[in-house]
């Protein structure tokens, strides 16, 4: 079965600073994998996909993830956090849009 | 474009009362799904729709939890009778049929049984 795992529950980085969230998966088949950002009170939003091809993958607001098939990792990257970066990010694999998992999410806190 | 809307946003109801959520979809997005996030945890999938027809229900407690998209459009999600297990966030979202894209996700309904 099809599962999620990010490491970290909760990571602090300082403004400016880079940041890394580990994201790794079981799936059967090939993956399809997901990130998506979740603010206070808000729904989820799509940071980033990847379903084939080059294996870094950009999405929006400066955010990019690498799918390594031989660790079975996803792990989003930003060079410089912002302020308004700081949520709850989370990782999801899935066939296409059917049968989405995703994990437990990591809490981002960045400090001025 | 008007994004998921879901109502209410917040609801506060005893156990062994019953409760109902809806949510209209973005306009021509024929998936439909339900999420349930409890705190501190990520979404976990309820009933996945294609148009009117269940896709994927394996994760809904069927005893207590029932769902339906009459018309293809909007959906109700009902808990009856609601235990305090089931205080969660119920997240609506849809996507366009066969989408490779993003799933549009509404701003959720904040359940709270006491």
């Known amino acids: 079965a099809q599962s999620v795992t990010q490491p970290d529950i909760h990571i602090t980085v300082s403004e400016g600073a880079s940041l890394e969230l580990r994201c790794n998966y079981s799936y059967g088949a090939t993956p399809y994998l997901f990130w998506y950002v979740q603010s206070p009170g808000q729904g989820l939003q799509l940071l980033l996909k990847?379903?084939?091809?080059?294996?870094l993958v950009q999405g929006i607001k400066g955010f990019e993830a690498e799918f390594k098939r031989s660790q079975s990792s996803f792990n989003l990257r930003k060079p410089s956090v912002h302020w308004s970066d700081a949520a709850e990010y989370f990782c999801?694999?899935?066939?296409?849009?059917?049968?989405?998992?995703f994990g437990a999410g990591t809490r981002l806190t960045v400090k001025p | 474009e008007a994004g998921v809307a879901q109502s209410p946003r917040y609801k506060i109801i005893e156990k062994r009362q019953s409760v109902a959520f809806w949510c209209n979809p973005i306009?021509?997005?024929?998936?439909l799904y339900w999420y349930q996030q409890i705190l501190g945890q990520g979404p976990k999938l309820l009933i996945q729709f294609q148009n009117n027809g269940v896709v994927d229900d394996s994760q809904l407690p069927k005893d207590r939890f029932s769902a339906e998209r009459l018309k293809g459009v909007d959906s109700t999600l009902k808990i009856q009778p609601a235990k305090l297990e089931d205080s969660a966030v119920y997240l609506c979202?849809?996507?366009?049929?066969?989408?490779?894209?993003?799933?549009?996700f509404g701003p959720g309904t904040r359940l709270t049984v006491t």
């Open positions: 979202a849809s996507t366009t049929m066969g989408a490779t894209g993003e799933q549009y």
């Open positions: 999801a694999v899935g066939a296409n849009n059917n049968d989405m998992r």
């Open positions: 306009s021509g997005h024929a998936t």
């Open positions: 990847y379903f084939s091809g080059d294996t």
